[in-house]
Antibody
């Protein structure tokens, strides 16, 4: 069974940095593209970016690419999201997902909550 | 950006048909494939893939769910609706980057 477990969320001050992790199990992590998607408290869904199975290619939402970085460690079956200079509008639940093909999010983690506030 | 527009809510009776629409600001078809996908999100849970590439049922999803459409107009149909289907339904395109619709909340009449 595919399992994705996000961690690293919490309360963070505006302007700070935060790194989320997503530990994967139940499938061969190094065979899959992965992505991060966030959902605001108002339930709006926003795609953040994708990463190729070997980490050689990343693709980001244009509005976020200057502050967010996606990486992965296939040896640890772990996906990462580095967030910098966070703003109040980054307050959301952050999900990692598998992608059987690029752009198709076929399994989702339970999400990590991030609140940006002073 | 490709903008996806969904109605905010739909009220339906149990055992009736629910039709949820998604309209895109640009064509999301390419070489015969519709890059349109549908997700279900129940309260307190993560989203779950229902339909991919316009009309393909994801693994483990009941045949009560179906997807149709092409170009800029797509539909998710649930027939018949069961109590367990009460959720928010999102469409998402992957033709150009990835964007989601605003979601349609399915409610009981």
């Amino acid at each position: 069974e595919v399992q994705l477990v996000e961690s690293g969320g919490g309360l963070v001050q505006p302007g700070a940095s935060l790194k989320l992790s997503c530990v994967a199990s139940g499938f061969t992590f190094s065979d899959y593209w992965m992505s991060w998607v966030r959902q605001t408290p108002g339930k709006t869904m926003e795609w953040i970016g994708d990463i190729k199975y070997d980490g050689s290619y990343t693709n980001y939402a244009p509005s976020l690419k200057n502050r967010f970085t996606i990486s992965r460690d296939n040896a640890k079956s772990t996906l990462y999201l580095q967030m910098s200079n966070v703003r109040s509008e980054d307050t959301a639940t952050y999900y990692c997902t598998t992608m059987m093909v690029p752009g198709l999010m076929d399994a989702w983690g339970q999400g990590a909550s991030v609140t940006v506030s002073s | 950006d490709i903008v996806l527009t969904q109605s905010p809510a739909l009220a339906v009776s149990l055992e009736q048909r629910a039709t949820i629409s998604c309209k895109t600001s640009q064509n999301v078809d390419n070489y015969g494939i519709s890059y349109m996908h549908w997700y279900q999100q129940k309260p307190g849970q993560q989203p779950k893939l229902l339909i991919y590439e316009g009309s393909n049922l994801a693994s483990g999803i009941p045949a009560r769910f179906s997807g149709s459409g092409s170009g800029t107009d797509f539909t998710l149909t649930i027939d018949p609706v069961e109590a367990d289907d009460i959720a928010i339904y999102y469409c998402q395109q992957s033709k150009d980057y990835r964007t989601f619709g605003g979601g349609t909340k399915l409610e009981l009449k």
